[in-house]
């Protein structure tokens, strides 16, 4: 998991969709980039890690992220939304594709349940869960903050005086 990255990416997107910096666009975008990363449920119900419904398994995939955003899109008759929603999601198993660690990411599922990294792998595999709060995370997420500070600035950065963001009055 690129941890930080996976925020940012949502910091980001808060700003795109709000336009405007704001705490509550960039905590729902933020949780939505994490999405994928709810499949770490299956290991409690005893499915292997390596399984199609495993971790980085169907839920990281691109079928998943455009499935999502399709739904939101649907539902919310915004296209604009859907498909930023399903590039929020598509971002995540991308991130973890240039992780170096773990089984690789299921991209192609349903179509294949093959498990892929990028060719090139800089970011560090982040521990799940607790294990993040320990000096192996704390070095990954020095690591991811340096790729993750664009985002971060570009979603948190002050409006203009007198710029109005989505759905605020002048």
């Given at each position: 998991?690129?941890?930080?990255?996976?925020?940012?990416?949502?910091?980001?997107?808060?700003?795109?969709?709000?336009?405007?910096?704001?705490?509550?666009?960039?905590?729902?975008?933020?949780?939505?980039?994490?999405?994928?990363?709810?499949?770490?449920?299956?290991?409690?119900?005893?499915?292997?890690?390596?399984?199609?419904?495993?971790?980085?398994?169907?839920?990281?995939?691109?079928?998943?992220?455009?499935?999502?955003?399709?739904?939101?899109?649907?539902?919310?008759?915004?296209?604009?939304?859907?498909?930023?929603?399903?590039?929020?999601?598509?971002?995540?198993?991308?991130?973890?594709?240039?992780?170096?660690?773990?089984?690789?990411?299921?991209?192609?599922?349903?179509?294949?349940?093959?498990?892929?990294?990028?060719?090139?792998?800089?970011?560090?595999?982040?521990?799940?869960?607790?294990?993040?709060?320990?000096?192996?995370g704390l070095r990954v997420a020095l690591a991811e903050l340096l790729p993750s500070?664009?985002?971060?600035?570009?979603?948190?950065?002050?409006?203009?005086?007198?710029?109005?963001?989505?759905?605020?009055?002048?």
């Amino acid at each position: 998991m690129a941890s930080l990255l996976h925020v940012a990416v949502g910091v980001a997107a808060g700003r795109l969709w709000a336009g405007r910096p704001s705490w509550r666009a960039a905590l729902a975008w933020s949780a939505l980039s994490m999405l994928p990363d709810a499949d770490v449920l299956a290991f409690v119900v005893g499915i292997p890690y390596a399984a199609p419904f495993g971790h980085r398994g169907a839920s990281h995939s691109l079928a998943f992220a455009l499935a999502c955003g399709l739904a939101v899109g649907l539902v919310g008759r915004r296209a604009r939304l859907g498909a930023l929603v399903a590039a929020v999601v598509a971002s995540h198993p991308l991130l973890d594709a240039l992780t170096d660690g773990g089984l690789g990411v299921a991209l192609l599922w349903p179509l294949s349940d093959q498990r892929v990294f990028a060719p090139w792998r800089p970011i560090p595999v982040a521990p799940i869960g607790a294990g993040f709060l320990s000096v192996r995370g704390l070095r990954v997420a020095l690591a991811e903050l340096l790729p993750s500070l664009p985002l971060l600035v570009f979603g948190l950065w002050p409006s203009r005086p007198g710029r109005v963001g989505r759905g605020q009055k002048k």
